[in-house]
């Protein structure tokens, strides 16, 4: 069973991380399109800079749960790696529970009420294009979860490992 | 004959000579954040209002400031005072233009209240009161924290004097400027701060403004721009503001939140001293660097028309745009027949005045 | 508990909670929340508010863009097989000589240093393509990583470099613009790459087991043109790249955000060239440069955390008023902030250092009088060092991760030891002769 939700979150939060990673690309053409038309038409946008900021913030925080489920996260494990197989489950189920769960579900529900509070005034960008800003400040709020439920999956296999028939 | 008496009071001295203090040794510690970083004279302005708290409370009220990205990234303060992260915040209220574009109106309009226009709206004409509704909303309070006056014209390595010159030039500047520049046909970017200086340097730009001349000149523009376009219609007066956290400072015993009141009057007067006497002694040094160059009258006034229209375009979308700036104006009208009534004794140089310039 | 005592707590917490194997950025959070508590009375929404407007602050800051650009460059690189061509090259041209092969990773290094703006790339493409050849020429162990993880870590010192970047945006001061930073650190990353260089040149000299030359047939195999023409040949790719993010900066086309993504569609263009750019190379260089932008992004968050309860609490006000009211002599007042920053290099990242340092020390070095600029590439050359400094050393990290399994962390903590040696020489340079660093901006900025 915890196998199961473990095993769905992982695949949830690849594929939509395969899905962001792509925001790179309209992220260079934005870049490139602002460059080429300040330098060859004289014409700069009113939009490049913010749309840019927009695609790159997304990019990463989209990124944060796909990385984790790729362990890809740096981490100092030079002495927990000498520890046996059930004791480095142990130290990682207390490790996310200590340090991830709690930053983390708190991380979750203060960017949800930041989105909240930005949502309700239907705030914009303090630009001259000023384009709303809270939809971004939900996909936030979101992100934050998609890493919350991956850190989950990742105890849930921790779980598993420790209670679980010796395989 | 109507029976005269005397023509004004003292507003406050009605409540003042009520109020009955409660003596206590409580210490407060607040902490204060902005988005300024220490290179710029703003920070000063406001330890400088942390400084006088703590002088005039004998160290009971003790706001430990903090620069850009310290505690929030600058465009964060906000934010960060409004939910109680910290309790006091500096600013210039155009910053946050993205929650309530009223608060431009706050900071400055271009071709509108000057330093003086400023102080007279604010604590005599209402504006106060307009701008505790607004920082209201946010569960904000907020006061005056320094008036700097004029911000310094365009930094251009183009000569631009009439309005031809200004199509097509390639400007840095944010806010409803970029919008009026848009509109009078030079192509406005948006420039992030960081990258002003090397997109100037390199001629991705033309020219950009930033700030008023003591505040510019440890940047460096006028070395690598030929010329500074005056004036700076685009900010006649630099305001800033200083706003608490509506809790934090409700819990202030009585004391203190007079002497917050009143040392924020004392930074107004003081950074608009302090700054333009800097102010003075920057724009010789950009003069041995740089050609100052004046818009011609046509060319400020064809400024002034398109400002208006853009102005009223704003007034026509947002409500509490038009509720403020209607006020401003309003104050512009009623002062206008003092201002036309003393003019001609502007303290020029003996030369100056009697080559014929008397008005500025 | 005394300001003082929560300052050398909260790092003495950090070193012990890092060492529990948990991910670096989650246990910068947790740290920094535990001791956000204790300095705010325990407010738990006043520390999260923060924590969020933090966050945020990251997603809106421009500056920062250049860094999912040099990354997803640095991957359209490493496809699209460039560096092989002039490693290649080099291999057979300086191959020959005692310790040939690792000078050959040096040169290639210091030329790729010039393209990409970030350092794991480098580190990663050497460690991948060097290795191997090292290890089966019987270079020995300690020094081939020892090269590797030093030459590929000049990357992020010489331009363009998202570490020049981010300081240049921290500052917001005139001498230390991005533009000013980037020509500021064209020497001192020649003098680091020289220092390897020659020591390499040097040490296998002495002792040629450390790094034998190939074999006089294998070296023989082409003659001297042909040798000159494949080196030439392949240092046109770079040169281009070269062009296309310091030359677009230089020419005022570009700011240097936008310089990043000119070089990334640079890469593009190359690995078009060179028949490696198809759906397939697209997509894996887009996931890992996700996975990369989120590892470096998700230590931002941690690292700004930690940085801004550290500066909450007063911590940056206990190190200034310790150096400036000792009445030190400058000099020791420098080598005390340097050293600070090389043992909190140990450590912690360099983003992170330089978030928590520089506004305390740039105001402590102005009112020195130290040149701002000179100072900063100290710092600069510094933060460069603690990606080499065990035992939370990235490149060593990034270079374990693809080196083969003969590689042990001793391994490479012992290789690495000389070079760190050879960044305080080049500090000691970069002190004697401050024109290194400040004359090249006076030529192409003037000042
Ligand atoms: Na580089
Ligand atoms: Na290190």
């Not at chain 1, 069973?1 to 792509?22: E, P, R, T, V």
């Not at chain 3, 390897?196 to 294998?218: A, D, H, M, Q, V």
């Not at chain 3, 510094?382 to 490149?395: R, V, W």
């Not at chain 3, 500090?427 to 002769?433: E, M, N, P, W």
Request: charged fraction near 15%; charge should be neutral.
């Amino acid at each position: 069973m915890l196998n199961k939700i473990s095993n769905a979150i992982d695949i949830f939060n690849k594929k939509q991380g395969d899905i962001a990673s792509m925001l790179i690309f309209p992220l260079l053409g934005v870049v490139i399109y602002e460059v080429f038309m300040r330098y060859a038409f004289n014409s700069p946008t009113t939009w490049g800079f913010e749309v840019t900021a927009f695609l790159y913030g997304l990019h990463y925080m989209f990124g944060m749960a796909y990385t984790e489920v790729h362990d890809g996260h740096v981490r100092v494990d030079i002495f927990t790696a000498r520890l046996p197989k059930k004791w480095q489950e142990i130290m990682s189920a207390f490790t996310a529970c200590v340090f991830f769960l709690p930053v983390m579900t708190c991380m979750t529900i203060w960017s949800f009420k930041f989105a909240a509070t930005s949502a309700a005034g239907l705030e914009r960008n303090s630009t001259s294009w000023g384009p709303h800003i809270w939809p971004f400040k939900i996909l936030m709020a979101v992100t934050f979860l998609f890493l919350l439920i991956q850190g989950i999956s990742g105890l849930l296999k921790n779980i598993n490992a420790i209670f679980g028939k010796n395989q | 004959a109507e029976k005269r008496t005397k023509f004004g009071s003292d507003k406050r001295h009605e409540t003042a000579k009520r109020v009955t203090f409660k003596p206590s040794n409580e210490k407060i510690r607040w902490k204060m954040v902005m988005p300024w970083s220490k290179g710029l004279l703003f920070y000063d302005i406001a330890v400088h209002f942390a400084d006088s708290v703590r002088l005039a409370s004998a160290g009971r009220l003790d706001i430990k400031p903090f620069s850009d990205g310290e505690l929030v990234p600058a465009m964060q303060s906000f934010d960060a005072v409004s939910k109680g992260s910290a309790q006091v915040g500096h600013d210039w209220p155009g910053y946050w233009k993205g929650k309530n574009e009223a608060f431009v109106a706050f900071a400055s309009v271009p071709f509108g209240l000057d330093a003086e226009g400023y102080n007279i709206w604010l604590y005599e004409k209402g504006g106060l009161e307009m701008m505790q509704e607004l920082y209201g909303k946010f569960n904000l309070f907020a006061l005056p924290g320094g008036q700097c006056g004029q911000e310094m014209g365009l930094f251009s390595n183009k000569r631009a004097t009439k309005m031809e010159d200004f199509k097509g030039m390639r400007v840095r500047t944010p806010g409803w400027y970029m919008d009026i520049l848009n509109n009078l046909g030079a192509s406005v970017s948006p420039l992030p701060g960081g990258e002003v200086y090397l997109a100037l340097e390199r001629g991705v730009i033309d020219a950009a403004e930033f700030s008023s001349p003591a505040i510019n000149y440890p940047m460096g523009f006028d070395e690598i721009t030929k010329y500074a376009i005056q004036p700076g219609v685009h900010q006649p007066g630099i305001q800033c503001g200083l706003f608490f956290n509506k809790d934090a400072y409700n819990k202030l015993p009585e004391d203190l939140k007079w002497i917050i009141d009143i040392c924020a009057k004392e930074t107004q007067l003081w950074s608009y001293n302090w700054i333009n006497n800097l102010n003075a002694d920057a724009i010789k040094k950009f003069k041995e660097k740089i050609e100052i160059v004046k818009m011609d009258k046509e060319t400020l006034i064809e400024f002034r028309k398109t400002t208006k229209e853009y102005i009223d375009s704003v007034k026509a979308k947002y409500p509490d745009v038009k509720k403020v700036m209607d006020s401003q104006e309003a104050f512009i009208e009623t002062y206008a027949e003092w201002r036309d009534a003393r003019s001609g004794s502007t303290p020029w140089p003996y030369e100056t005045y009697m080559s014929g310039r008397i008005t500025e | 508990m005394s300001v003082e005592f929560l300052t050398v707590a909260m790092f003495a917490a950090l070193i012990l909670a890092i060492t529990l194997g948990h991910p670096l950025a989650y246990t910068l959070a947790a740290v920094a929340t535990i001791f956000g508590l204790i300095d705010n009375g325990f407010n738990i929404p006043g520390l999260f508010d923060m924590f969020v407007n933090n966050s945020w602050g990251l997603m809106d800051n421009y500056v920062l863009v250049a860094i999912p650009l040099f990354i997803l460059m640095a991957q359209l690189l490493d496809r699209s097989k460039v560096s092989d061509a002039l490693f290649e090259a080099l291999y057979v041209v300086l191959g020959s000589i005692k310790g040939g092969l690792g000078l050959a990773v040096v040169v290639v290094c210091t030329v790729f240093a010039a393209t990409t703006g970030i350092i794991g790339a480098s580190v990663v493409a050497m460690g991948l393509l060097g290795t191997p050849a090292l290890l089966s020429k019987g270079y020995q162990k300690e020094m081939s990583s020892g090269i590797i993880c030093a030459a590929g870590t000049l990357g992020i010192l010489i331009p363009p470099s998202i570490m020049l970047v981010v300081y240049g945006g921290l500052t917001g001061l005139k001498e230390t613009s991005v533009g000013n930073l980037f020509a500021g650190a064209i020497f001192p990353g020649m003098i680091l790459a020289s220092l390897y260089f020659l020591y390499i040149f040097i040490r296998c000299n002495i002792n040629p087991k450390l790094g034998p030359p190939i074999s006089k047939e294998e070296a023989g195999k082409f003659s001297a043109a042909q040798k000159w023409g494949m080196t030439l040949k392949s240092l046109i790719p770079p040169m281009a790249l070269i062009l296309a993010v310091m030359g677009t900066i230089l020419a005022g086309v570009a700011t240097p955000t936008e310089a990043a993504g000119l070089g990334a569609t640079g890469a593009l263009v190359l690995a078009f060239f060179n028949k490696k750019l198809n759906w397939e190379v697209l997509k894996q260089a887009s996931f890992s440069t996700l996975k990369t932008t989120s590892m470096v992004m998700m230590l931002f968050i941690g690292g700004k955390f930690f940085s801004t309860v550290f500066l909450s609490m007063g911590g940056g006000d206990v190190v200034a008023d310790t150096l400036i009211g000792s009445g030190l002599n400058r000099w020791l007042v420098l080598f005390i902030m340097m050293f600070i920053v090389f043992i909190m290099g140990m450590f912690i990242d360099w983003a992170a250092i330089l978030l928590v340092t520089v506004p305390i020390f740039m105001p402590i070095a102005m009112e020195l009088d130290f040149n701002p600029l000179w100072f900063s590439m100290l710092m600069c050359v510094n933060l460069q060092t603690s990606f080499l400094t065990p035992p939370f050393g990235y490149a060593l990290f990034y270079f374990k991760g693809v080196a083969p399994p003969e590689y042990t962390m001793m391994h490479i903590y012992k290789g690495i030891m000389p070079f760190v040696l050879l960044q305080g020489v080049g500090l000691a340079i970069l002190c004697l002769f401050p024109g290194l660093v400040t004359w090249l901006p006076s030529i192409f900025f003037g000042g």
